[in-house]
């Protein structure tokens, strides 16, 4: 499936959010379905894709957290962090309007993997280009008068610029990177098909895949709401996750029964809401998964340590 801008843009309806540290997930999925115009308060006006995309965007733009975990060993959270980042035009405007923390987190890997510093590369060039919105206002108009996509080559990121694609190719070259190419819908059916059961048990997840083996799923597992995501290794991948503060997390090792030793972070937001995140470095990827801090009707809900490993240990990581 090939998404450019222009299909996005034409697919779009608006949707109020509240803007907080539990909520808030940024990827260049989600960033594709939806475009932010950052005001100096914790409302904004998210514009979520409507129908273009069957990937479960109820779950992911609405009830996605930040997450990623970070064995301790190799220095916890703070090993995938790509630091504070500033919701207004500076982080000072950030503190005087009480504004919630924002610090992003690698999904890609460790700090010392090239597919950890390619984003980190993307993230702040990306955090501090066209905060007004004024490009892409410009690119929509122009894709609306000819039909014409000028970036269709990136088409699997959010591009809607010259300098935005200039950048891509700097960053793929520096750290030998390849693109994402083709997108399809994808179900913890196909997972087990491709990779061969991966999950057991009776899960339900859908979400997308790129050609590479790329995927992110929502799931649920006995009751327990989750994503998961699998990155590979020497892809592109300019997906990051708001964590709100590393320092609000506990931080420790299990070994699942497939015999992966997996992260485990579990901490609380700034509201009390409770949060739950694991990841796997595997040989050909890196594994994330984020649990939601409530049920499939939205209600608060909270995990023991035994739940969660009681997830993982219903997930062979060993063929992911």
């Known amino acids: 499936m090939k998404v450019s801008i222009h299909e996005l843009m034409d697919n779009i309806e608006d949707s109020s959010v ?44 609405v009830g996605a957290l930040g997450v990623s975990a970070f064995a301790a060993l190799n220095g916890g959270l703070a090993g995938l962090s790509f630091g504070r980042s500033s919701w207004s035009p500076s982080i000072e405007e950030d503190i005087k309007y009480s504004l919630p923390e924002r610090e992003f987190i690698s999904l890609q890997g460790y700090l010392d993997s090239p597919e950890y510093k390619a984003t980190k590369e993307w993230v702040e060039f990306e955090d501090s280009y066209d905060r007004d919105g004024k490009i892409l206002d410009e690119h929509e108009a122009e894709m609306r008068r000819t039909g014409v996509d000028p970036f269709e080559e990136y088409n ?15 960053i793929t ?91 485990i972070s579990a901490g609380k937001t700034s509201l009390g809401m409770e949060k739950w995140v694991i990841a796997a470095d595997l040989e050909k990827s890196f594994v994330t998964l984020n649990v939601m801090p409530w049920d499939i009707d939205g209600n608060e809900k909270s995990y023991t340590k035994e739940d969660i490993q009681n997830l993982l240990d219903q997930i062979d990581f060993s063929k992911l």
């Open 18 to 61: 509240q803007l907080e540290e539990q909520n808030v997930v940024s990827s260049e999925r989600i960033k594709e379905l939806t475009k932010m115009k950052i005001q100096n308060t914790s409302n904004i006006k998210r514009r979520s894709k409507k129908t273009a995309l069957t990937i479960g965007i109820a779950v992911a733009v």
């Open 156 to 170: 699997c990121y959010l591009v809607w610029s010259q300098e935005m694609a200039d950048k891509i190719d700097e």
């Open 173 to 263: 070259a520096k750290y030998d990177l390849k693109l994402h190419t083709g997108l399809a819908d994808c179900d913890d059916k196909i997972v087990n098909e491709m990779c061969g059961e991966v999950f057991s048990g009776e899960f339900i997840g859908g979400g997308y895949m790129y050609n590479d083996g790329t995927f992110q799923l929502d799931c649920n597992y006995a009751g327990v709401e989750f994503q998961i995501r699998r990155c590979m290794r020497g892809y592109f991948d300019t997906t990051y996750l708001n964590i709100g503060n590393k320092d609000n997390y506990e931080e420790y090792e299990y070994t699942t029964k497939s015999g992966v030793t997996v992260n």
